[in-house]
């Protein structure tokens, strides 16, 4: 079976995420990667309202993306296409297309009703990233609630130059590791309070990295921040030399225990750091909680753990071997690329889909 992947990214994820999709092929599912990024800003169709316009206008880039994607079509056949990231292709141009169409969730409930629900018709079958959505259901109730009963889950995974794919069980934790708590990210808004109350309890212990100036000067203005965070690093290289040097990592989602499920998620264990994350029960679906992560509520009970598994290194030490051999395990891309021919096999199964 022949599944292309598109997906919107630049500079160094445009790289790893091209290898590791056609790298992630076997002789049952070939994968064959479509990076639609360099067509259209990805930020002028962020609400399926934009994209309309733009198709409508008959956008060049839009037009040029949507004829190179046809040749890709009638160049290698593929049985299936796996949509991802920003969804860029309109309902009226997937209509056209002879082939399994998935769409795969990204951003969660904050983006729900902005592309994942309005595009749903349009897909055969949808892969959603997390099984949280809200206090009153999950995802996987809320796309039947829409009308979208061939779904799975298929979770994030950590790719292979987010890590140093040479560590084992016995090398994972040989090295020093001379920073206490580390995270890594882009400073959200709504995350900010919480992150304010964890620099101020943690001071010179924690290092924060993805923050730019203007960032940096609203904190320190709005919450009395006590310092700088970092600025902005390339995924990869820099991301593994940070995490190897760090012994915890915390993690925050947008909608806390609604929106679990980010790529941090797996970075973190597969460098060998042990993760405090927010997700409540929904954290069991990716990790074992307690032996593979921990999990936090608030912030005053995620610095409380900091503090405690600081002072208990042995059993933060257990706790970040038990997630790196999760990882190792069960959330690696090339694990989750075969998934993805298996579930979309069984998806096409459960509605006798037949190429047109």
Avoid: C
């Avoid at 994972?172 to 590791?177: C, P, Q, T, V, W």
């Amino acid at each position: 079976m022949k599944i292309a992947y598109a997906f919107n990214k630049k500079g160094t994820e445009e790289q790893f995420w091209t290898k590791e999709i056609a790298g992630a092929s076997t002789e049952r599912h070939q994968f064959i990667p479509f990076n639609d990024f360099k067509y259209v800003e990805p930020m002028s169709y962020t609400r399926a309202q934009l994209l309309d316009n733009l198709y409508y206008d008959r956008h060049p880039g839009l037009m040029q993306m949507y004829d190179e994607f046809r040749a890709l079509v009638e160049r290698e056949r593929p049985d299936a296409v796996i949509v991802d990231n920003m969804l860029p292709f309109h309902p009226d141009f997937l209509r056209t297309l002879p082939l399994y169409k998935v769409m795969r969730t990204s951003d969660g409930p904050l983006s729900a009703y902005d592309r994942d629900f309005a595009y749903a018709h349009a897909y055969d079958h949808v892969l959603y990233h997390s099984p949280a959505y809200s206090r009153d259901m999950g995802m996987a109730e809320k796309l039947r609630y829409v009308g979208k009963d061939n779904i799975d889950f298929w979770p994030f995974a950590v790719f292979d130059a987010a890590f140093d794919t040479t560590k084992t069980d016995e090398t994972i934790l040989a090295g020093e590791r001379d920073i206490d708590v580390i995270f890594i990210g882009f400073p959200y808004r709504n995350k900010l309070p919480l992150m304010s109350k964890i620099m101020k309890a943690l001071g010179k212990k924690l290092v924060m990295i993805g923050f730019n100036w203007k960032y940096n000067l609203y904190m320190n203005a709005k919450y009395g921040w006590p310092g700088m965070a970092r600025g902005p690093i390339k995924p990869g290289r820099e991301y593994i030399d940070y995490y190897q040097r760090a012994k915890i990592g915390f993690n925050v989602h947008n909608r806390g225990d609604y929106t679990v499920g980010s790529y941090r998620l797996f970075e973190l264990p597969a460098n060998g750091v042990m993760q405090i994350s927010d997700g409540g029960d929904h954290l069991g679906e990716f990790f074992e909680v307690g032996t593979e992560i921990e999990r936090h509520r608030s912030a005053d009970e995620l610095i409380d753990k900091i503090r405690y598994y600081l002072d208990h290194d042995e059993e933060r030490r257990r706790i970040a071997l038990g997630g790196f051999r999760r990882i190792m395990k069960d959330h690696r891309f090339k694990h989750r690329m075969h998934q993805a021919g298996e579930l979309i096999e069984r998806g096409m199964q459960r509605i006798g889909w037949k190429r047109p």
